[in-house]
């Protein structure tokens, strides 16, 4: 029961860090809110529900690799997005749209390499 509690406590906290610092640093709080700390939790939780096994942990990794730059690409239209003077929903939309296609081509061609 706490592997599954303990991560979504720990987000939430980050949330709520994010809420106080960005009062004080916008700059902070962007950097509390990029903090890799789902990244472990999920690591945690996927290597001890298999087992420890490292074949799995590898695999997972592996998976966030791709997961990263399709979020890296989501950011980067955001930015740009906002930039072009887009209002918020729209610049969540541009970033959204990004992700899945910046994404959807990373898993595509993981899967040719791996076949």
Do not use: E
Request: net charge positive; hydrophobic share 60%; with cysteine.
């Amino acid at each position: 029961m706490s592997r599954q509690i303990a991560p979504v406590a720990l987000s939430i906290l980050l949330i709520i860090a994010v809420a106080v610092v960005r009062s004080y640093s916008k700059t902070l709080a962007a950097l509390t809110a990029t903090m890799p700390i789902n990244i472990p939790l999920a690591l945690w939780i996927v290597y001890s529900a298999s087992g420890a096994d490292q074949a799995t942990l590898v695999d997972f990794t592996a998976s966030l690799l791709v997961g990263l730059v399709g979020t890296v690409a989501c950011v980067a239209a955001m930015y740009l997005g906002a930039r072009a003077g887009l209002r918020f929903l729209p610049t969540l939309a541009v970033g959204y749209v990004a992700w899945g296609l910046v994404s959807g081509v990373c898993l595509g061609a993981r899967y040719l390499l791996a076949h």
